[in-house]
């Protein structure tokens, strides 16, 4: 079983293309190759593939590394399945995770909402789609640089406060109180959660 992550960036047409495309490049890259792994295509569109315990915090990393930069936001489709053919392109591979990711990002784009989960077990989707919609109140709040502090968090766990208050030039007691804005500790217990659903499937 395997995850894939199907999105698109929300008001693409009023930012620097070059600016967050090269981020999200970049941030993709470092977890597989283009194109197998990954895809970016129609401008503002991309795939990614991944295994299924990671993909939660895929899915935030990409998120507050998009909302980090000024007016963007991102759609994004989770689907969990089974990969029955593996092309060199991920756009050309199949299977029910690939059917389930972009089904519903069009589902995604007709319904308001940002994130959503689609598996082959209706129960876990509904459990996992509450909790993402509520927590998605949150992320999709964030402000810049409240998504800039959590990307960092996210990429590198061993970042103490300190650290992060050195390379944002802020004290540690606004790095305490952005992560505490942004529900970081919450954020964890939600992951353990979701990796508990999945790993149910």
Same mark, same amino acid.
């Given at each position: 079983?395997?995850?894939?992550?199907?999105?698109?960036? #929300?008001n693409?047409?009023?930012?620097?293309? *070059?600016?967050?495309?090269t981020?999200?490049?970049? +941030? +993709?890259?470092?977890?597989g190759?283009?194109? +197998?792994?990954?895809?970016? !295509?129609?401008? %503002?569109?991309?795939q990614?593939?991944?295994?299924? %315990?990671?993909?939660?915090?895929?899915?935030?990393? #990409?998120?507050?590394?998009?909302?980090?930069?000024?007016?963007?936001d991102?759609r994004?489709?989770?689907?969990?399945? *089974?990969?029955?053919?593996?092309? $060199?392109?991920?756009?050309?591979?199949?299977?029910?995770? !690939?059917?389930h990711?972009?089904?519903?990002?069009?589902?995604?784009?007709?319904?308001?909402?940002?994130?959503?989960?689609?598996?082959?077990? *209706?129960?876990?989707?509904?459990? +996992?789609?509450?909790?993402?919609?509520?927590?998605?109140?949150?992320? %999709?709040?964030w402000?810049?640089?409240?998504?800039?502090? #959590?990307? *960092?968090?996210?990429?590198?766990?061993?970042n103490?406060?300190?650290?992060?208050?050195?390379?944002f030039?802020?004290?540690?007691?606004?790095?305490?109180?952005?992560?505490?804005?942004?529900?970081? $500790?919450l954020? #964890?217990?939600?992951?353990?959660?979701?990796?508990?659903?999945i790993?149910?499937?």
């Amino acid at each position: 079983m395997i995850a894939v992550i199907t999105g698109d960036i #929300i008001n693409s047409q009023h930012a620097d293309t *070059e600016v967050w495309i090269t981020k999200l490049k970049n +941030l +993709l890259e470092s977890w597989g190759s283009s194109p +197998l792994t990954w895809e970016i !295509y129609r401008g %503002d569109e991309f795939q990614f593939k991944c295994n299924i %315990d990671v993909v939660f915090w895929r899915f935030l990393a #990409i998120k507050s590394l998009i909302r980090s930069q000024e007016n963007l936001d991102v759609r994004i489709a989770i689907g969990i399945g *089974e990969e029955n053919f593996s092309s $060199e392109k991920i756009t050309e591979s199949n299977g029910t995770a !690939y059917v389930h990711s972009g089904r519903l990002l069009d589902e995604l784009k007709s319904g308001g909402h940002t994130v959503s989960i689609k598996t082959s077990n *209706e129960s876990v989707d509904r459990d +996992l789609n509450i909790l993402l919609k509520w927590s998605s109140k949150d992320f %999709d709040s964030w402000t810049m640089a409240t998504a800039e502090i #959590i990307h *960092e968090m996210i990429m590198n766990k061993d970042n103490t406060q300190e650290d992060l208050a050195k390379k944002f030039a802020i004290s540690q007691s606004s790095v305490s109180q952005r992560l505490k804005r942004a529900n970081y $500790e919450l954020i #964890i217990e939600t992951n353990q959660y979701f990796r508990k659903k999945i790993s149910e499937l």
